[in-house]
Nanobody, 126 residues
Framework: QVQLAESGGGSAQAGDSLRLSCVAS????????MAWFRQAPGKEREFVAA????????YYRDSVKGRFTISRDNALNTVYLEMSNLKPEDTAIYYC???????????????????WGQGAQVTVSS
């Protein structure tokens, strides 16, 4: 059974940093493209960042470029999202997602991923 478990969310002030972790079980992350999505209250879930397994290239939505970094530790079967210079508009539930051998055309699409975590709340106050 595949499980993705996020942790590290919480409350922060604008300008602070947080790190989210997503531990996978039942799959070997080295074979999976990994992504973070988020959903703010009253809004649709949106792509935040992704990293392919084949070349470790990283992809980001424009509003988080330069502030967020996705990384992985295959030995720990964990993917991270380092978030710095947080803004109130970053407030959302953050979800990690996994897809074996994801292709580039799908990497920003929710439908491209097979497995999802339960989400971690991030709240940023001004």
């Amino acid at each position: 059974q595949v499980q993705l478990a996020e942790s590290g969310g919480g409350s922060a002030q604008a300008g602070d940093s947080l790190r989210l972790s997503c531990v996978a079980s039942g799959i070997a992350l080295r074979n999976y493209g990994m992504a973070w999505f988020r959903q703010a209250p009253g809004k649709e879930r949106e792509f935040v960042a992704a990293q392919r397994s084949t070349n470790n290239n990283q992809y980001y939505r424009d509003s988080v470029k330069g502030r967020f970094t996705i990384s992985r530790d295959n030995a720990l079967n964990t993917v991270y999202l380092e978030m710095s210079n947080l803004k109130p508009e970053d407030t959302a539930i953050y979800y990690c997602a996994a897809k074996r051998w994801i292709i580039l055309s799908q990497i920003r699409l929710q439908t491209g991923y097979d497995y999802w975590g339960q989400g971690a709340q991030v709240t940023v106050s001004s």
